[in-house]
């Protein structure tokens, strides 16, 4: 098997550095350049810094790999023209941002989608699907009070439950019914009672901590717990090592599930992803939308449902994170990844938005 080559477009020697410490991995070699080579088919990825991006100009639309801009920013009109459409996928603006190394590794081995990548190991993510307008208001007042239970201040809040409408919103209106589970899901472990929450059940090797309470018809992960003051989500569960998308990681005999809500927290970051079974959103679609909330100063221009589309609600989602990750399976499923700063209160601007990706790939 050949190695895997990633190249790596930069006269920084830390950055440098820092790229070989992340893809110090079997089957990986970096390639040092300091321009854009014109081979690059066999490529994972190619990562260019701000110089190498403004010397490379057009050329960059002729990779055949993944590109991802390091150490620049979405005020400069260059690279959003450069990002509507692949193989400029990927901008981070701050190189030593934890954010690069994960890119890196998901391009590198494939491994797309779960908001779990985002958060230090073993942080509790919450799940709970969504089909009506009914379970999309149940889930962001589930969510709001959550973060205000793990100390997220009012503003953040204020912003998630936003983000989390609007990402439901487009979900649902553009994400078709469900008829079922594949036929080729495996059934989850069978439940253990738990006393004194009828119809409640823990799957085997994992926790409820103390005042935490399992409600009717759910279950906790495998491997997870419940956070102190919350309790396990009505009718939802997700299967070992799935991605807890629709059509992934349903049990059997769910129904019509059309979006899938997560969430969790580490100290640095509150994450949530949306994930619905559409698999049709464009990147040029997301780059159109977030020109348009950097132009508009995030005020968009009124427009009747019909005009929404599955793009408006990146527009404003766009306002309210510092970080946007679209994963796209295509024809088959999309997760939409939003990090919220813990230590930063304040409403992010278009150029304050540390990082912006998208991920696709084809269905097998």
């Known amino acids: 098997m050949r190695p895997r080559r990633a190249i790596c477009v930069t006269r920084d020697a830390a950055l440098r550095r820092l790229v070989e410490r992340t893809l110090a991995m079997p089957g990986v070699t970096v390639e040092y350049c300091e321009r854009a080579p014109e081979h690059t088919r066999d490529a994972v990825l190619v990562l260019v810094d701000r110089a190498a991006r403004v010397a490379a100009g057009e050329q960059l639309r002729a990779i055949a790999a993944p590109v991802v801009i390091v150490g620049d920013d979405l005020e400069d009109d260059a690279v959003i023209a450069a990002m509507l459409e692949p193989p400029v996928s990927h901008l981070v603006g701050d190189p030593g941002d934890h954010d690069l190394g994960i890119t890196l590794q998901k391009l590198v081995s494939g491994d797309l989608f779960g908001l779990e990548k985002y958060l230090l190991g073993g942080a509790p993510i919450g799940e709970r699907a969504v089909a009506s307008d009914a379970d999309k208001r149940r889930a962001i007042g589930e969510v709001c009070a959550w973060a205000e239970t793990i100390g997220a201040r009012s503003p953040t809040v204020h912003r998630m439950a936003s983000v989390v409408d609007e990402l439901l919103m487009n979900a649902l209106h553009r994400a078709p019914a469900m008829p079922g589970p594949p036929s080729d899901l495996a059934a ?41 003051g919350t309790s396990a989500l009505l009718g939802t569960s997700a299967l070992p090592g799935t991605s807890a998308l629709p059509g992934t990681s349903a049990l059997p005999g769910a129904s019509a599930r059309r979006a899938v809500l997560r969430w969790g927290a580490d100290g640095e970051v509150i994450a949530i992803s949306v994930g619905d079974s559409c698999g049709t959103l464009r990147q040029r679609d997301v780059i159109d939308h977030i020109r348009r909330a950097r132009s508009e100063s995030g005020r968009p221009r009124p427009e009747s449902q019909a005009q929404r589309g599955a793009g408006l609600g990146i527009y404003l989602v766009f306002a309210n994170v510092s970080s946007l990750v679209i994963n796209v399976e295509g024809g088959r499923r999309t997760e939409v990844v939003c990090l919220f700063d813990r230590a930063r209160p304040g409403r992010p601007a278009a150029s304050t938005v540390r990082a912006l990706h998208v991920f696709q790939t084809r269905a097998p």
Do not use: H, K, Y
């Not at 823990?202 to 279950?219: D, F, H, I, Q, R």
């Open 188 to 228: 989850p472990p069978g439940p253990l009672d738990l006393p004194g929450a009828p119809g409640a059940s823990v799957l085997p090797g994992t926790s409820v901590l103390p005042g935490t309470s399992a409600l009717p018809g759910t279950s906790v992960l495998p491997g997870t717990s419940a956070l102190p």
